[in-house]
């Protein structure tokens, strides 16, 4: 399967790590659109929230506890966004489940 999130779980690509757990990773997004943007994706290859199935709910869980916690961590105080983009016009590019970090500037309402 030609994934490039599997593949950075794998570690045959390059990514920048910020917390890596037994089924959880969070890493730096290659294209940031805001000063601290991090993606946080199970290890396992979900295709996406849509796909999310009834044994898949733990790790969604823990996901969403790591992004919590990193946005502790890397002192959001001022606030931040979690994004799951879900689909072609949910706007979704890589078809492993991810949820985006976004924080460090005013986040827009809607969103485009
Ligand atoms: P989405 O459009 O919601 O599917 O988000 C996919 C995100 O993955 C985009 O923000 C991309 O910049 C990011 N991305 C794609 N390839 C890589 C990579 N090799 N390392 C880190 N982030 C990536
Ligand atoms: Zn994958």
Known sequence: MDCVFCGIVAGRVPSTTVRDEDDVLAFRDIRPVAPTHVLIIPKRHIPSLADVG?????????????????AESLNLRA????VANVGPEGG????HLHWHLLA????GWPPG
């Open 92 to 95: 979704q590019t890589v078809g």
């Open 54 to 70: 009834p044994d898949d709910w733990p790790v969604v869980f823990r996901a969403l506890r790591v992004a919590k916690e990193l």
């Open 79 to 82: 606030g931040y966004r979690i």
């Open 104 to 107: 460090g500037r005013p986040m």
